[in-house]
């Protein structure tokens, strides 16, 4: 399945049909809040490929076996966001499948009885195993700390280097078998090797030391891969009051994309920090309607890369934009809620260059990765596009900021995850991406990094504003 297929949900026309709609969705998931009063309608219309009619039967059962999965996830791990499962004793990650209906525990040791009683009483059709990890997360964590100097990573030292390598990523392994770590030539702030300068077996070489040096600086299993430092991924005309997905521009910068509306009394909506810089008017892309101000989050805006915009009309909806980003495909959903992320969850990217894009999967959570400008995200997640890249991809350039959600009630509305700040799995362009793409870019990326949206609302102290 790719973006042609259409599982996007529909357009809520009319405020009849969005008050249908929060009838469909029921309770709220974590996070609702509710939506300012004033207006949500906009004069958009349905485009008719994206009916009812052509809503995929297997991708909404799918949807629905994974909300079902994620809330078991959600009682099995209190409730802890990705990196907070730390503080679980013993527990290393936990992996869903919402195509096989199962749960795969990996825990250092017995898991708690209280976790025991939860699998011993599972849903009728839910299946679930534990499997024993040679490191806890929090084993994982304290390794991790020690490749850490002042919260960023390290230079890496090691034989026939004149300057240290340099650390690109970090991640847990999700079987715990040890830390997974990225590395490339320190080419300085912006400067990333396109292809590797090394031959097959001097890179496996220099890999092999540069294992010998993490496995001693960490004193666990280290797993080593060259991953050239990520490129931060820097709709057409929206209106107010502001949704989610939209394309934006400011004096200094081509496009970029609106994140999630939130609130803390005033109401913002999100965008990226380092690369869609902050202090700055932005616009809409199309028509160049004044949207608003952004500026930096004190304390936050690196580590989460997150700018908060503020619009002039003090209003933001809780909607955000799908379907492709040129005028073929003009519509939007409901957000309901917020979620926490599992390693196996389906995911939605929802870019302002290259439109939703779906069939994206979970594939590691917890990642420390590094942007190409030298700025350190501790906490990350990284999920790739299943479907192959000739057809369909994850991100593009363009798709900064731009929101990271879950299908929720039979697709009719979208369960927010996460804001896209980098990439990985760099490709050319496929031909379908290059037809609709708002600016054209010659490359496009099979996997994208994302900050999860727990860590954003509660690093800034925000509220997630949801539709009605």
Known sequence: MNRSTAIRGIWLISSAMMVAAATIAGTPTAGAAPQPAGPTAKPFTLAPSMGMDKLDPQAIARSNRQQLLDKIAGQITDGLSESARAKIPGFTEIVVSPDKNHIRLYW????????????????????????????????????????????????????????????????????????????????????????????????????????????????????????????????????????????????????????????????????????????????????????????????????????????TSHAVGGYLFDGLPDLSSIYAKPLIGWQHNNVGDYVCTDGANSGVHCNVQIQQTDIGVTGSNGNYRPITDLATQITPWTQDIAAQDGDSGGPVFAGANNWTADEARGTITANKYQIDCPSTEQQHSLVKTAYCYGGTYYVPIYQILSDDKLTLVTGS
């Open 108 to 311: 250092k040791g017995a898991p708690p009885q209280r976790v025991r009683d939860i699998l011993a009483h599972l849903p009728a059709g839910v299946t679930a195993d534990v499997v024993s990890a040679r490191y806890s997360k929090a084993e994982l964590h304290a390794a991790r700390n020690k490749l850490l100097r002042g919260g960023k990573p390290m230079g890496l030292h090691v034989a026939s280097t004149a300057t240290p390598l340099r650390i690109t990523s970090i991640a847990p392994a999700v079987d715990g078998s040890g830390l997974e770590i990225g590395y490339d030539e320190d080419r300085g702030v912006q400067k990333r090797d396109l292809v590797d300068p090394l031959s097959s077996q001097a890179r496996k070489d220099r890999s092999s030391k540069v294992k010998a040096a993490t496995d001693h600086l960490t004193g666990i299993n280290t797993k080593i891969s060259y991953q050239p430092l990520s490129k931060d991924l820097s709709r057409q005309s929206d209106s107010s009051p502001w949704y989610g997905g939209s394309a934006i521009k400011s004096p200094t910068t081509a496009i970029c994309t609106t994140g999630f509306p939130v609130t803390n009394g005033s109401s913002y909506m999100l965008t990226v920090a380092d690369h869609c810089v902050g202090d700055q008017p932005w616009s809409t892309w199309g028509a160049g309607t004044q949207i608003g101000q952004s500026f930096p989050v004190p304390n936050t805006s690196i580590p989460d890369d997150t700018d908060l915009l503020y619009p």
